[in-house]
């Protein structure tokens, strides 16, 4: 059990400390936190709203001293999907330069020796990869599990992840029915309008549109392959035994369970939306509310940075109800 009145989290490819929003929304008390991160801007954003957070640097270069070492009472760890992804073309799995950094937190977790843990990835890694990281997980923690959750049911974004804890008897939250349309901001600038209301006339103004009848109607847009698009795939799979899902000869359709598409680190095709019969792109502080963070969170620094690193980052509201689970004691531990 850990200790109500506070513990110590170690956390790795911290991004725009996620983990300590979700935290305070499990009602978590935090004694101190620790951040590995090296994105100067994702550390800007942590700092601005987390002045506590101690800030470690790389994970390559971190070795904990003997202050952290059988102290952590929780270590979280996104690491990067980049080589495990559907989206990824030869993807090298574990044995990329970025996904391989797993091992770098497998090696810092050894020497740390949290109580408890979750480290997040991407669904649609390959089966084998998957099996790989929890027998990994499993040589040092026996207890160790996978989960996968879909912000979904706790967001209008559909995003589905893997989770990798030893925190017990974690389950699926219950459907809370939030859509897309429930997150959307009510005046938005013109230029997040794609094209016109009759579709001819791509927008450059800066002038502000109301968008209060979005609550009646909002639609994502979602890719649907092809038969081109379809034989790429296949014949790649031919080829490499892998799944890729190209995106060349993709096209557009409606979505029809009025949710968002899973958030990624630019403003893809798959980042538009229909509100009130007119195109135009999600907006950062919608970016930010489909991942479970306040207005605001992420302001101050430029929009392309700012989806970029939301499009990093785990949804808090699903952390915050694996946190749940851990046993609390209000006694000393």
Known sequence: MLNQNGINVLSLFDGISCARVALDRAGIKVNNYYSSEIDRFAL???????????????????HPTPLICGQIDLMVGGFPCTN????KKNREGLAGSQSGLF???????????????????VASMAKDQKEIILKTIQEIDPSAYVVMIDAALVSGQNRKRL???NIPNVTQPEDRGILLKDILEQEVDEKYFVISKDGTEKLKSNTVRSSTKTG????????????????????YMKETGKDYSPRRGKKLKLRNDFKANTITTG???ESLIMTDYQIRKLTPTECMRLQGLPDGYCDGVSNSR???????????????????????????V
């Open 44 to 62: 800007r954003i942590s700092a601005k709203n987390h002045p506590d957070v101690v800030q470690l640097g790389s994970v390559v270069d971190f």
């Open 84 to 87: 495990l992804s559907i989206a």
């Open 103 to 121: 091992y770098e937190m497998i090696r810092i977790h050894k020497e740390v020796k949290p109580k408890y843990f979750i480290y997040e990835n």
């Open 163 to 165: 989770f990798f804890t």
């Open 216 to 235: 009646l109607y909002a639609v994502a847009l979602t890719e649907t392959r092809t038969d081109e698009a379809k034989k790429a795939r296949s014949e």
């Open 267 to 269: 403003t893809t095709k």
């Open 306 to 332: 700012q989806y970029k690193m939301l499009g990093n980052a785990f949804n808090v509201d699903v952390v915050s109800w694996i946190l749940s689970f851990i046993p609390m004691s209000v006694d000393p």
